[in-house]
């Protein structure tokens, strides 16, 4: 049996975002057990060049809701980018995989060859469906869960690859 479009997209970004949703509980507990003021960890960075934990989250975010809508045909959900808090932060999961929960196998199933045309820096980039998600999003995506896990172990959180995995 071949891996489809939708197995290989929704149900992967659900999970990983629900992992995030989890690791960043154990970071807001974290905060309150040490006496870190939450935003510390909010905006912390793993180099002063790098975006924050916050940016981060919400890459990550932008990278599931985009990538289901735009192989489904339909608009993504605009969120604002404003989240500054761990509840805020928590929020924007809920709603990424509320979104995703609504996109179903027929609307992604067959989309290998979608164009797919985003505007980045001002210059629009073509992929087919496939590729898209293959080498565009799944990369990014667990590049901004990684660099959101990263920060925080840096910061002290004490998880593991059992967290970022969401082994329970």
């Given at each position: 049996?071949?891996?489809?479009?939708?197995?290989?997209?929704?149900?992967?970004f659900i999970?990983?975002?629900?992992?995030?949703?989890?690791?960043?509980?154990?970071?807001?507990?974290?905060?309150?057990?040490?006496?870190?003021?939450?935003?510390?960890?909010?905006?912390?960075?793993?180099?002063?060049?790098?975006?924050?934990?916050?940016?981060?989250?919400?890459?990550?975010?932008?990278?599931?809701?985009?990538?289901?809508?735009?192989?489904?045909?339909?608009?993504?959900?605009?969120?604002?980018?404003?989240?500054?808090?761990?509840?805020?932060?928590?929020?924007?999961?809920?709603?990424?995989?509320?979104?995703?929960?609504?996109?179903?196998?027929?609307?992604?199933?067959?989309?290998?060859?979608?164009?797919?045309?985003?505007?980045?820096?001002?210059?629009?980039?073509?992929?087919?469906?496939?590729?898209?998600?293959?080498?565009?999003?799944?990369?990014?995506?667990?590049?901004?869960?990684?660099?959101?896990?990263?920060?925080?172990?840096?910061n002290g959180?004490?998880?593991?690859?059992?967290?970022?995995?969401?082994?329970?």
């Open positions: 049996m071949s891996l489809s479009m939708y197995q290989a997209s929704i149900p992967v999970h990983m975002m629900g992992n995030l949703s989890v690791i960043l509980d154990k970071a807001a507990a974290y905060a309150e057990t040490k006496k870190i003021d939450p935003s510390v960890l909010i905006n912390a960075r793993l180099a002063p060049d790098m975006r924050p934990l916050s940016f981060q989250v919400q890459v990550a975010s932008d990278m599931a809701k985009g990538c289901a809508a735009r192989l489904a045909g339909i608009d993504p959900p605009s969120f604002p980018d404003t989240e500054s808090t761990f509840p805020e932060l928590k929020e924007r999961i809920a709603k990424t995989i509320a979104f995703l929960k609504s996109v179903n196998a027929a609307q992604i199933d067959g989309t290998e060859e979608r164009d797919v045309v985003l505007k980045m820096r001002g210059q629009e980039t073509r992929f087919k469906g496939q590729p898209y998600l293959l080498t565009y999003v799944l990369p990014n995506f667990y590049f901004h869960l990684t660099t959101a896990y990263a920060i925080l172990r840096h959180l004490d998880i593991g690859k059992a967290d970022f995995l969401g082994v329970r």
